[in-house]
């Protein structure tokens, strides 16, 4: 166990500990990149949940990157923005995820 590497094999351990980390820093604004990214359902709602505690304050804020909208139904989004090419090219509520998920950036881009 000493040589293995920190959180590896523990469904969504690296994800945690960063969600304690968050905890302990308190940072007024925070940068999630595919946080959901490796999560199995239960590791999910515990991160989403953790987000939730942590950032959803009125003095703090945070920037949720992601490609799927089941991370969405946890820690439910303020706006909803598309980014493609370096551009925004839609923005909406969660109703615009939905969409996505359902149709496809292709679909919902026409």
């Known amino acids: ?20 980390q968050m905890g302990i820093i308190s940072p007024r604004f925070a940068v999630l990149d595919e946080t959901d990214s490796g999560l199995d359902i239960d590791a999910l709602r515990i991160v989403g949940e953790g987000i939730n505690r942590i950032m959803r304050s009125g003095d703090k804020g945070a920037l949720l990157i992601t490609h799927y909208e089941r ?11 598309v980014l493609q090419a370096g551009r925004i090219t839609r923005s909406g509520d969660i ?5 996505l998920e359902r149709e496809g950036y292709v679909e919902a881009a026409a």
Do not use: Q
């Open 1 to 20: 166990m000493l040589k293995r590497p920190v959180n590896v094999g523990f469904s969504g351990g690296e994800k945690r500990a960063e969600m304690v």
């Open 71 to 81: 991370l969405l139904e946890h820690v439910r989004p303020d706006r909803v923005h």
């Open 95 to 99: 109703e615009l995820a939905r969409e």
